[in-house]
């Protein structure tokens, strides 16, 4: 019998992204429930396109969750702080387009998991496997 041993930095780190991924679902509900999607607008000119990108880049959080657990520790480390650096520079340029306090408080939850995430993976130290 095959028994997989998990470094808990990897329960955490796929925990992180699942923070992430429930903190943007979560302002994007409150978008919805509130009429903050309609009164902001700017998604009306948006192209198939633009809404396969916005897709394609909220499920790399998705994968992030599944890598975080069985990518080598050596890549899986580069990669969480490659991507969480990507996601908070993204959230850190776009905070300022949210007239909501909401939005922000929870964009603001997003850069502390993205920062928590870069941390935990920076301070990895562990046995590649």
Not at 18 to 43: H, K, P, Q, W
């Amino acid at each position: 019998m095959n028994t997989i041993q998990i470094d808990i930095v990897r329960i955490h780190l796929s925990a992180l992204w699942i923070a992430l991924m429930l903190t943007n679902l979560f302002g994007d509900v409150l978008r919805l429930m509130t009429g903050d999607v309609a009164r902001m607008g700017e998604t009306n000119n948006f192209t198939q396109v633009h809404w396969l990108s916005v897709a394609i880049l909220m499920s790399i959080q998705i994968f992030m969750v599944y890598l975080s657990l069985v990518l080598s520790q050596p890549v899986n480390r580069w990669a969480n702080i490659i991507v969480a650096g990507l996601f908070f520079a993204l959230t850190a340029l776009s905070i300022h387009t949210y007239p909501s306090m909401y939005d922000r408080y929870l964009l603001g939850v997003g850069l502390i998991f993205n920062v928590l995430t870069i941390w935990t993976a920076w301070n990895w130290k562990g046995q590649a496997a």
